[in-house]
């Protein structure tokens, strides 16, 4: 009785297979300028799977929401078939509309605001990866939090029957830990997407890149630049001596040798810009305002003609900066900015000190910037930076776990140097995806972080349609199984899983 059983169900099946072969709904063509990741991805190959000759089709589109500052020209795009027909568009920025043209001005759209069209180009990437998903465009003020805030209400009940918007959200938005949270996964923007995540919706953002400014003057300094010059962290430990001050700024500095201080050089009127966020977002009235306790400063040390530490400024004599006192509104952020004003080049040496008992063992990210006073835009060729540590430099809010981080990598599959970093514990960002280059009609063959984000999205969106009993965590998971090791460390904290790749037997390189 077994053959003929199993000569049935072979039979049973071919019949459904014709059947579906017959009814089957192509999908959608792509427009006429169509992103290079559709090939590098394998996501090509995916579209031409005909899932619905074997049941698997969804049947219903994956709806995707994009957050980004405007989307201008979307119209056009629609009408040029670039972006599909049902896209819907939604303005929560305050003051310019979903195009970017500034509400009040009698030229509203000259100029536009800075980066508008980023999201359409985003938006032409997700639909030439998912030519079928329903795409939502989300434009947000990402300097107003009550803007993301209608957002995520939108995403979530903004569907039909007052429930989610999207099956998923690719975001292109990021925040500096600082005013928008401490880039350990607590504060305002964070809490916000972790809204999105507890509704069991995906929420996939660029990873951030580290400060453009600051590797365009840095770069000349280094005969390979590094991924970061301009960002440390580490944990607060003065268990040493307990002077008050960070015993050591690496692990294999010897604190009784100068372990304490961290150098730096400044020629001539060049300026250092420092930014001290530590953990310590406390919310208790939970109106997105810290009341933080744990109190520290940036001191900034010279070594006098005699051989003597001179302690020449700190971040304490700044109060508008320096508001540390459990009162509402004290952030766990100090700034300190200091210039040499010459002649010529001076050393000068940074320490971090506890201005309170009561602060601990906080963990603490450090940034800076460098300019020159008298030419902008460079510095001097007497300028060497601090010490730095790149790990950590992702933005906010790929501090918060649950974020599908992405990383960004050129059509080579060569890691850009200013792909942020996720923490050395931490797989941030998730995967890596092609950035530089990128065809669309917006910016030609432009460059934007964001680009990689858009392709995961799409990617995702595509297994969820050709797939139809996969959600957007089973995808994306896929995903991560099946990306390509461009570095050779996978799982690591540079380009998480690797390469985004949709297809089983790997994508070689292009």
Known sequence: RRGPRHADIRE????????ALANAVPLPAAGAVASQGVGITGADRWQDFASEAFGLARGTPVRVAILDLGFGGYADLMASGELPADTAAHDFAPDWDIEGCLDNDPNPCDPPVNGIVDGAAVAEIVADMAPSAHLELLAVDSGVLDSLTQAVDYILTGGPGNGPAADLVISTLTWSPGAWGDGFGTGPVDDEVARVLAAGI???????????????????????????????HGTFDDSFDSDGYMDVWFADDDPAAGGWLNEFCLGQDDRIYFDLVWDDWVDPEGNSLPNSDQDYSLDIYELTADGTLQLVDTSANQPQTNLQAGRDGDFPWDLLDFGNPGPGQACYFLAIFRENQSAGSNRFHLYWEADNDFNPGTVSTDFVPPRSLTPGNRMIPADLPGVVAVGVTDLADALEPFSAWGLETEEVPFLCAPARDIQTVTFGGGFQTSFGAAHVGGAAALLMDRVGFLDGAAALAVLGGRARDVLGTAPDYRCGHGRLCTLTNGCPLP
């Open 202 to 232: 995906p929420w996939i953002n660029d990873v951030g890149d580290t400060d453009f400014l600051a590797l365009l003057l840095l770069a000349p300094l280094f005969t390979s630049p590094p991924a970061a010059a301009d960002h440390w």
């Open 12 to 19: 049973l099946r071919r019949v459904r297979r014709a059947a």
